[in-house]
């Protein structure tokens, strides 16, 4: 039964790569297989080789999952070597996103590569906008605002929306800005919204 199992995935899966490219899962990732071979092959095809020089010398592979470490070591360098080695910045590692991990990680200047670099916010289950609200990073939230960010994010595990974040650490400005592109209070926020006698945020 096991062995008819890994048969059918095996016939399968070129069919889903094919077929579902809105998927966008670096396969490159996985394991040893020959069609890993060959799209690590296409990418070093579309390379120069001053390109592949440099990835060699920084032992750097034009990967996401690469991508992804590198920003999370906070090696900018690194980044953009990557970005310029033809890396797709909407393709996802283990659910997560370049950008939302720059994000997470409150890196302002990535972020802002990532997107001149194409690429697009609220892709993942995260929010990009969240994670800056709830780093206090004003300069990176009005970013993310002034480019359409999902104002109606709700973190699944402590149920907090942007806004209540924003208020919570006292961005008020921000919290202004969401409410503007349509976030709706909820009653937790209503609450924080009472406690800190900012009742005009919600006034007409």
């Known amino acids: 039964m096991k062995k008819t199992l890994i048969k059918i995935f095996l016939f399968l899966l070129p069919v ?3 077929k579902a490219p809105a998927l966008a899962i670096d396969i490159s990732e996985f394991g040893d297989f020959s069609s890993r071979s060959l799209i690590m092959n296409n990418r070093q095809q579309s390379l120069t080789q001053e390109q592949k020089d440099l990835l060699v010398q920084k032992k750097l592979l034009p990967t996401t999952k690469c991508l992804i470490e590198q920003i999370k070591k906070k090696h900018n360098e690194n980044v953009y070597i990557l970005l310029n080695s033809n890396v797709n910045p909407n393709v996802s590692f283990m659910a997560e996103y370049p950008i939302y991990i720059a994000a997470k990680e409150n890196n302002f200047e990535i972020l802002q590569a990532l997107y001149e670099k194409g690429a697009k916010l609220d892709k993942g289950f995260n929010s990009e906008l969240y994670e800056a609200v709830k780093n ?16 109606n994010y709700k973190d ?20 202004q800005e969401v409410i503007s592109k349509g976030a709706k209070p909820d009653r937790k926020t209503l609450l924080l919204i009472k406690k800190k006698k900012l009742k005009n945020l919600i006034q007409d």
């Open 16 to 18: 889903l790569f094919l």
């Open 136 to 151: 206090k990073n004003r300069e990176m939230a009005f970013f993310l605002l002034e480019r359409k960010a999902n104002v």
């Open 156 to 175: 699944s595990l402590t149920e907090n929306t942007i806004l209540y974040v924003a208020l919570k650490n006292n961005m008020v400005d921000v919290a």
